[in-house]
């Protein structure tokens, strides 16, 4: 493990679905001897207690997105919710489809915008952090040192999604299915009227559809030490 960054830094980490930003952004929290702020996680907990309560209006999710606590768990790098570490309770189908619509709604994201700051600057008091989303580069803190927009080709990034659910032994899943899901999903984030996924102008964008997640972490990581050491940190 590489030398640990001073506290007080927050990362970036932007992209679209299933360019590997997760994977980078864990590995690159433990490089860093920091935390992991995975805000995705954070819009997909309103879509979970949406599909449980049955809620379907944008009032509605913003109210459950109101009454969320998030915490920090360590071993596992996981984001607690309301003291609960939620799993793969965040990673079904249904949570998956209705995170990306209730994240649209201005109610939800100005709540949890809010939370992603406070949560990600306290931490940084102490460690470095690594905020993974859509919009952290140009909307949740644009002002940081460290930004990164991880993408890679559709195809690429499909097959890496099937492989998972795969792995995670998914039934009824199809490549098709993921690359239709994945376009629709870059189009809706894309083009919504409240914190539209884009690149970040002063973001260092990393292809990874030739590069290992190693690779990705490693380049990542030097890049944030070598500008620390050119401004005398």
Not at 40 to 60: D, E, I, L, Q
Not at 117 to 131: E, G, N, Q
Not at 146 to 153: E, N, P, Q, R, S
Not at 185 to 200: F, G, I, M, V
Request: glycine share 8%; charged share 25%.
């Amino acid at each position: 493990m590489g030398k640990r960054v001073k506290a007080g830094y927050i990362v970036a980490i932007d992209g679209p679905a299933g360019a590997g930003k997760s994977t980078v952004s864990r590995l690159l929290a433990s490089e860093l001897q920091g935390r992991l702020l995975d805000t995705g996680a954070m819009y997909r907990s309103v879509a979970y207690f949406a599909v449980k309560m049955h809620v379907t209006t944008a009032s509605g999710f913003s109210q459950i997105a109101k009454k969320l606590e998030f915490d920090y768990e360590p071993k596992n790098q996981s984001l607690l919710v309301n003291g609960i570490e939620m799993g793969q309770r965040l990673r079904t189908q249904s949570v998956s489809s209705l995170a990306s619509k209730v994240s649209a709604f201005k109610g939800v994201r100005q709540t949890l915008t809010a939370r992603q700051r406070t949560l990600a600057k306290t931490w940084a008091k102490s460690c470095p952090v690594v905020v993974e989303g859509r919009d952290i580069g140009t909307v949740v803190f644009p002002e940081v040192e460290y930004k990164f927009y991880v993408t890679a080709d559709p195809k690429i990034r499909a097959e890496r999604r099937y492989q998972q659910l795969k792995k995670q032994g998914a039934k009824g899943v199809s490549l098709k299915a993921i690359l239709k899901s994945n376009i629709e999903r870059d189009k809706q984030d894309s083009n919504r009227k409240h914190a539209p996924l884009k690149c970040a102008q002063d973001a260092i964008v990393v292809d990874t559809s030739k590069m290992s997640v190693n690779q990705v972490v490693q380049f990542m990581s030097e890049h944030i030490r070598g500008r620390i050491s050119l401004i005398g940190d």
